[in-house]
């Protein structure tokens, strides 16, 4: 079974950083996509960002300054490094893959169960 654990929220100050971790676990024969998700109360969840095995990245205009995405496919892992961070950036963040398990053709969308990051002073 594949799971995806999600580290390194918490509560952090207005133009502070602070760098989210997501590693995937399980029987994995290849991840094609990570990503990271966000939602805020009362609000629908948004792509912050999202990197290929190859290295291809696609960052939200909003965050792509402050926000950068990178991945180390040997330890089937994603980070999020965020920079200037705003109260608005306060969410639970997401992350996401699509991968295909051993054994298997298909690809399937897993998520992590998410880690809160709280920007206040």
């Known amino acids: 079974q594949v799971q995806l654990v999600e580290s390194g929220g918490g509560l952090v100050q207005p133009g502070g950083s602070l760098r989210v971790s997501c590693a995937a676990s399980?029987?994995?024969?290849?991840?094609?996509?990570m990503a990271w998700y966000r939602q805020a109360p009362g609000k629908e969840r948004e792509l912050v960002a999202s990197?290929?095995?190859?290295?291809?990245?696609n960052s939200e205009d909003s965050m792509k300054e402050r926000f950068t995405i990178s991945r180390d496919n040997a330890k089937n892992t994603v980070y999020l490094q965020m920079n200037s961070l705003k109260p608005e950036d306060t969410a639970v963040y997401y992350c996401?893959?699509?991968?295909?398990?051993?054994?298997?053709?298909?690809?399937?969308?897993?998520w992590g169960q998410g880690t809160q990051v709280t920007v206040s002073s």
């Open positions: 996401n893959a699509i991968l295909s398990e051993r054994g298997c053709a298909t690809f399937r969308t897993y």
């Open positions: 399980g029987s994995i024969r290849i991840i094609v996509l």
């Open positions: 990197i290929t095995s190859n290295g291809n990245i």
